[in-house]
């Protein structure tokens, strides 16, 4: 199955076959997570969980549900996302006195709360997050991961005394991003996108664009000032030093489980199926007995051994003793599901007192001591790390390319490149590119400062760089 | 707040104070978990999360949607359910083509994957969990954690070769629950359900009974024996050792973890507060320092030692060196959070190199040398869970009560006690109780085989004992 020529039949076949997702539910844009695919994306959510705790965001749970008056109140955000909200109409069978959307997003069902955990400035910042699903009546075709209808996100939300705290906590909020996202290996572009795209109710947006191997940008995380927007529509207000009543500023930002997981899929993956970084992988090491007639107790023994010895380390390890398969079959089985390291045990490792290791990024093999095998397991943990965020930092770089004029940007949209592109910063000329060559103006680099190198291509305007690809 | 004067108000009250959950949530019936809640029922969530991984249930998670279609396919269960589900209709300003629902359980949208996923008697038994939210529209009234429209919980559903399997299954589930509750220091009866009273679609249905200080009965968890009903709506087949097709046998367990949480804050709080088992505490040891003038840098240096030597023995540890209130302050905040231990430090324990520590359960104090702290603070852990246990358990045994009569059963529900009664299982005599005395026939012990006292004491027929209490 190879990945390059096919992007997107590798992509689904995966997914089936490694049990990450099943999207053979009958709802449109409604998916089922199973076993192997839920429990990377429950490893990542605690990566993350775990951060943002220790950076004082308390985690909570609210409802799915949010009442029309209050889902109204901040009137950009209800321009964005009234055309694609889930409504509940009914009870039983009762017409609801008072229709009930599910959340796309949870900023009107929060501050409301909000309101009464902030009186004075004592009470800030505060700042919370959870992990939840999220609902949108997407009219665009639907993909698993990419583009759903029901995915699973982690949301923080935080208020603040000051628009210069609120914008010290974006930063903060982009940095816990950008370190989860190292620790899985991911390559993006840290983008603030161009006012015309931003979060609906926001200052500004800062995003997580990831590669991916279609050239559709995978959009893996947000990060976003509010301002006072929502404060002022939900009379969010303290009482500051000086005993009088000030507005908060607030910020939120997403992380995408789904979108995580499919870059994790999409930019690791190779030919045989799933890659994990150690870290997220469900099982770490697989031991593969290799049988020999008459010397199946000596094996059956040294593998027990082995795997009591790697489990007391600390490693996930799974014993594959099965008799339905032969060791070639289970060899591409846990291929498939991305393990990193296979361990081979036969007549030769049992004789040694040695193990045989297979990495699953290069399928390099070494047999080492036994006595050395966790120290060993564990360089090739770090090493496969490496080795993938290189490999995919490369893909990155490689596929970004710069465009003179409308032509050139055309041509790389075709190529499936990241296209850098002097634009003037004007939504008429930003149309107009759309217009022609189909992709879109993604934004500015946030973390790094870049000269323009020529006129918006469009109107001859004073320029900035921008990025243009095609998205999902 | 006196918990036996007022339970109700007492536990409002305890909810919002100790920040377990914010009811202002304005939609009937749904509630916001805040950080020291939701950190409790993440804990509980986890530990049965593991048990569940431990005996082969694999973790997924399903949509919160299910299509109409599916669920009208096992006609009890929908006639159970039809009443109470929330019904979405609308997409952004579309009539949706096909009505969905929130899930109010899931077998109806997990049994068309399991027929995806079985095919042979190689592939029984299968196993799956989730932990996820689950809605029904209550037209009775609501009550945060005891009965809401939104309601957190873990589902597991199974499918096996036989009916014995599957009843093999039940008594596992049913083995799970029971191991978690325990380790809660929780009080119950396992009942299983009079016939009227199952699961919609179920064979039997076995529930966890907690008692509750106002008498009414808090069911925490149920174990359901499916039979072949739901395989057969949804023709859930395998090829069996012989190549026949047969139907599969399934069951499901839902362990509520809200009203886990309201049994965990009701069975052990006190007038003080919380009471917290220190498995689940999301605190487990409070430092609070007792400051003296001119001794502030010796007592800062001191608390931080204990606070590091505490953290590194891997306890959950705060040091609460904040100025904002006095240290008694501190103590009252503190025990209405439920922190199960609570270490003071002032000139003597500076001194003696010492500490003292207060148990939240019965506020006795002890001081100890500071090289035994940390033996003695899981001492008291031990400690702390055995007598919560004790004392919920005794509080389960004195709250049962024989009834020989009707009047005797009316009384006893009265006096807000668990009455066991002799009942011939007719559903007519159920009713006539149930109206003479408001409240309801729970069921017969499951763990525990009883003997009859006498005859039905409505019709006089033959007997067996049940359990009659009033309920949410």
Redesign the interface.
């Known amino acids: 199955m190879e990945k390059d020529r096919n992007f997107s039949e590798w992509f689904d076949k995966v997914l089936l076959e490694a049990e990450v997702l099943?999207d053979?539910?009958?709802?449109k844009g409604?998916?089922?997570?199973?076993?192997w695919g839920?429990?990377i994306v429950?490893t990542v959510a605690h990566m993350l969980e775990e951060k943002l705790e220790e950076t004082g965001h308390?985690?909570?749970?609210?409802?799915?549900?949010i009442?029309e008056d209050?889902f109204g109140k901040e009137a950009e955000h209800i321009k964005g996302f009234?055309?694609?909200?889930?409504?509940?109409?009914?009870?039983?069978?009762?017409e609801l006195p008072?229709k009930?959307l599910?959340r796309p997003t949870s900023e009107t069902?929060i501050y409301?709360?909000f309101k009464?955990w902030i009186r004075s400035h004592?009470d800030l910042p505060l700042r919370?997050h959870q992990t939840c699903?999220v609902y949108r009546?997407e009219?665009k075709a639907t993909r698993p991961l990419f583009r759903a209808r029901?995915f699973?996100w982690n949301e923080a939300h935080t208020a603040h005394a000051t628009f210069e705290e609120a914008e010290q906590q974006v930063r903060e909020g982009e940095e816990i991003y950008d370190q989860v996202f190292k620790r899985l290996g991911l390559s993006y572009l840290i983008l603030k996108r161009p006012d015309f795209d931003k979060f609906h109710g926001a200052i500004y947006s800062i995003a997580f664009d990831a590669w991916n191997p279609d050239g559709k940008i995978n959009q893996i995380g947000t990060v976003h000032h509010l301002g006072d927007n929502f404060s002022k529509a939900f009379e969010l207000t303290y009482e500051d030093e000086s005993g009088n009543q000030a507005f908060a500023y607030t910020t939120c930002y997403g992380f995408g489980m789904g979108r995580v997981l499919a870059a994790i899929v999409a930019q690791h993956g190779d030919d045989h199926g799933l890659i994990l970084p150690p870290e997220i992988a469900p099982t770490q090491v697989v031991i593969v007995p290799i049988p020999l007639s008459g010397f199946e107790e000596k094996l059956r023994d040294y593998c027990a051994e082995v795997l009591k010895v790697l489990k007391e380390a600390g490693l996930r390890v799974f014993l594959d003793d099965g008799e339905?398969m032969r060791p070639g079959e289970k060899f591409y089985h846990w291929e498939m599901f991305g393990v990193p390291v296979r361990v081979e045990v036969g007549r030769i490792e049992v004789e040694e007192r040695s193990v045989t290791l297979v990495r699953r990024d290069t399928l390099e093999r070494s047999r080492v001591s036994f006595d050395v095998a966790i120290a060993h397991v564990q360089k090739l943990f770090s090493e496969i790390l490496e080795s993938l965020r290189r490999r995919s930092s490369r893909v990155l770089e490689e596929s970004i390319k710069e465009a003179k004029d409308l032509e050139d940007l055309k041509k790389g949209l075709e190529e499936r490149r990241i296209v850098r592109v002097d634009w003037c910063g004007e939504e008429a000329c930003a149309l107009e590119m759309k217009e022609e060559i189909g992709g879109e103006i993604r934004g500015y680099r946030y973390d790094v400062e870049e000269k323009p190198m020529g006129r918006c291509i469009i109107c001859g305007g004073t320029a900035t760089i921008v990025y243009a690809s095609r998205t999902y």
Not at 30 to 35: E, K, M
Not at 82 to 94: A, N, P, Y
């Open positions: 099943d053979r539910y009958t709802v409604f998916t089922v997570y199973r076993g839920y429990r429950r308390e985690p909570m749970l609210f409802p799915v549900v009442p209050a009234e055309s694609e909200v889930f409504w509940i109409t009914k009870g039983g069978d009762t008072r009930l599910l069902a409301p709360l009464y004592a919370m699903t009546y009219t029901e699973l339905k």
